[in-house]
């Protein structure tokens, strides 16, 4: 169960966070203001990058904390503004570290509960939230990211979404 989160959600988080560094390399090199990157979508009604950024950081929080049965992190409120959604990165990944693995492990059966926005608590055991829920939603805002920073114009090819092995 930790390889399954923490082992996944960890190392991705990384990967998201090298994007937006080369999304303001970007746009620095064609001198405009990275900002813009952050207010784009892949169709109207879709979350923004900022948005996406702020999701992934979400699931992966969440998820992590209701594995290890400790309330999540509190995050700072999502700003349009890259040293922010960094900040919001690197606040995810140091609340996910200091996780216990032998709890998140001990998760698989527990029964746990994932609050959405509007309040509705969706029911799950560890595995399920994990497996069908949490990890799917991270991975498709993480890819979203990625995808957006492409469509700007970014120059990332696969290596940057999957990490540097």
């Given at each position: 169960m930790y390889e399954a989160s923490v082992g996944l959600f960890v190392p991705y988080l990384r990967n998201l966070s090298a994007l937006l560094d080369k999304g303001v390399a970007y746009a620095e090199a064609r001198k405009f203001n990275p900002t813009v990157l952050l207010g784009m979508r892949l169709a109207?009604?879709?979350?923004?990058?900022?948005?996406?950024?702020?999701?992934?950081?979400?699931?992966?929080?969440?998820?992590?904390?209701?594995?290890?049965?400790?309330?999540?992190?509190?995050?700072?409120?999502?700003?349009?503004?890259?040293?922010?959604?960094?900040?919001?990165?690197?606040?995810?990944?140091?609340?996910?570290?200091s996780l216990s693995r032998a709890a998140i492990d001990a998760a698989a059966e527990q029964n746990v509960f994932f609050r959405l926005k509007n309040g509705t608590e969706l029911p799950f055991t560890g595995r399920t939230l994990l497996l069908t829920f949490s990890v799917p939603q991270f991975f498709f805002h993480v890819t979203t990211a990625y995808n957006l920073l492409r469509h700007a114009g970014v120059e990332l090819v696969k290596k940057d979404y999957l990490g540097r092995k």
């Open positions: 109207p009604n879709m979350y923004d990058l900022a948005q996406q950024v702020g999701e992934a950081c979400r699931h992966a929080v969440v998820a992590s904390a209701l594995l290890a049965q400790r309330e999540p992190v509190a995050l700072p409120v999502l700003e349009h503004d890259m040293a922010g959604l960094q900040a919001r990165i690197a606040t995810s990944i140091e609340f996910i570290e």
